[in-house]
């Protein structure tokens, strides 16, 4: 991609004199001519500090934010960094998530220990974006309370990094770029990809619905599709890589590509997707209710390659607490959906995302809920105890949840929820199921970790060679949310 990077030496207009060192206004040769001059500042400040510079990235939050790390530490590798996990880097970036208060309490906990690190190491940099950087108050806050940082940017120009990157190196003072909105994509950034063998991969960016309670629609701004040329396009870059697992990245996969040019729905991308060779499985994040087309409930019953899989947020079992939340659903709608899907694909696992302490919320509708939870029978949810986000509709309503109330709840849902997870999963016991072998097993060595189709996870005996690989697994002991296992022979 090096050949994208028009040189240093750009003419104005005829007859004029060459400009040195001007960077060209199209992207993304301007980035990849940033990436050059960081090179530059990089080089010269290991050779003062008399070691090569390290960076880090920490991620907080969703799988959105995970892909935006992959392109963050693609372009500092590119400017000549070394990546390390460690938060002793000589640069830290954290990108940050909003969605919930307690992400944010975690960032300003992590800079309060990156302070004292900066301290022992005044030539480290810190770095702050995404979704928790788009709030004003935040901005203002670390303006007064964390002046050390030295570069603060949102979700919205999260492609000119490499140019924030040398804005940072050419000023003392804090570089702060905030966008409120925009409709650019740039296509073709460097990525640094976590795992050889998979890959998230954005399909859209931000969302249109504005539920009551969520922060994204503000942080992410106005819902837009990447097109599908260029998806089809990296998906087979990937292929080409090695890459077997895709996960296609959305805040709503399922209102995909309404707003393009040519408009396309989601089901079609799908079905695109899995004609590229190479690619075995086809994963997919996340799906509002109310947009999953019969057509998309087609493609999956009929694909070898999409995973049985489907992430498909409840958030509550409540009719009344659905239309406050403004969610476009009612219970009845949701249990038919999951009939309908339980019926097309019996071999799918269905999970989901449930609040607990919306505004106005009783013992009443929390029964409701875990009525559903009982009936649909989700393989996995992920309760949160509702967080009131400041510039969402739900944070001025009245009828608040007092903290006790909804914890109360909260703890009764939870019990009923793992209660129906673990007898979903055990009904796999026995079975020899396709894992994608991920990595070795954190806490035992000799073991690996392997992901099946359906998202459950399963640790079994194996040769280190295996990881990237798709191998047999008899599924021999359940542990609630996962398997031991053996290969099968
Ligand atoms: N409070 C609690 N949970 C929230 N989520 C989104 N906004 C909030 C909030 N204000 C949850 C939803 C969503 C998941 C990603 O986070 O369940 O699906
Ligand atoms: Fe938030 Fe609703 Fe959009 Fe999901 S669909 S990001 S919960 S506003």
């Excluded at 029964?367 to 001025?396: C, H, M, Q, W």
Aim: charged fraction near 25%.
């Amino acid at each position: 991609m090096e050949d994208r990077f028009d040189g240093k030496v750009t003419r104005t207009a005829p007859g004029e004199a060459p400009m040195q060192d001007r960077p060209p206004q199209e992207e993304p040769a301007r980035q990849y001519y940033f990436i050059e001059k960081c090179r530059q500042h990089v080089l010269e400040e290991s050779r003062r500090l008399g070691h090569p510079l390290t960076a880090s990235v920490v991620t907080f939050g969703c799988q959105m934010n995970a892909r935006d790390s992959e392109k963050l530490s693609g372009i500092l590798e590119r400017a000549g960094y070394a990546l390390t996990d460690s938060e002793e880097a000589d640069f830290v970036i954290y990108n940050t998530c909003t969605v919930r208060d307690n992400a944010n309490q975690r960032v300003y906990g992590r800079l309060g220990f990156v302070h004292s690190m900066k301290k022992k190491n005044p030539h480290k940099r810190v770095a702050l974006c995404g979704c928790m950087m788009q709030e004003p108050s935040v901005i203002e806050k670390i303006k007064t309370s964390y002046r050390f940082v030295n570069l603060i940017f949102g979700t919205h120009n999260i492609f000119k990094f490499a140019e924030l990157l040398c804005a940072m190196y050419e000023n003392d003072r804090m570089v702060i770029d905030i966008w409120k909105d925009t409709d650019q994509i740039v296509e073709e950034l460097p990525v640094s990809r976590k795992y050889p063998f998979k890959s998230g991969i954005n399909i859209m960016f931000g969302c249109d619905n504005f539920c009551s309670y969520c922060i994204v629609p503000y942080v992410r701004g106005r819902e837009r599709s990447r097109r599908p040329e260029d998806i089809l396009r990296e998906i087979r870059t990937l292929a080409a890589q090695g890459v077997v697992e895709i996960m296609l990245l959305g805040q709503n996969v399922n209102s995909y590509g309404r707003h393009l040019e040519r408009p396309i729905s989601f089901a079609q991308l799908l079905r695109e997707a899995e004609q590229i060779d190479g690619i075995e499985r086809i994963r997919f994040m996340t799906s509002h209710p109310k947009d999953l087309s019969d057509e998309l409930i087609e493609v999956m019953a009929s694909s070898d390659k999409i995973c049985r899989h489907l992430h498909l947020p409840l958030q509550s079992g409540s009719t009344r607490i659905l239309q406050a939340m403004n969610r476009r659903y009612t219970k009845e709608q949701y249990l038919a959906l999951a009939e309908k899907i339980r019926s097309r694909i019996p071999d799918i696992s269905l999970t989901t995302d449930i609040i607990v302490g919306f505004p106005g919320e009783t013992e009443a509708d929390v029964e409701e809920t875990i009525d559903v939870v009982r009936k649909v029978r989700f393989d996995n949810a992920f309760t949160f105890l509702y967080s009131r986000r400041t510039g969402t509709p739900a944070a001025t309503m009245e009828d608040q949840v007092p903290r006790e109330d909804a914890q109360a709840g909260f703890d009764r849902l939870l019990s009923c929820v793992q209660e129906t997870a673990r007898e979903q999963v055990a009904r796999l016991s026995g079975q020899t199921q396709a894992a994608l072998v991920e990595e070795v097993n954190d806490r035992d060595p000799s073991l690996l970790t392997g992901r099946l189709s359906n998202n459950i996870i399963v640790h079994f005996p194996g040769s280190p060679s295996l990881i990237g690989r798709i191998v047999n697994v008899e599924l021999l002991e359940n542990r609630g949310f996962y398997f031991v296992g053996r290969m099968a022979p």
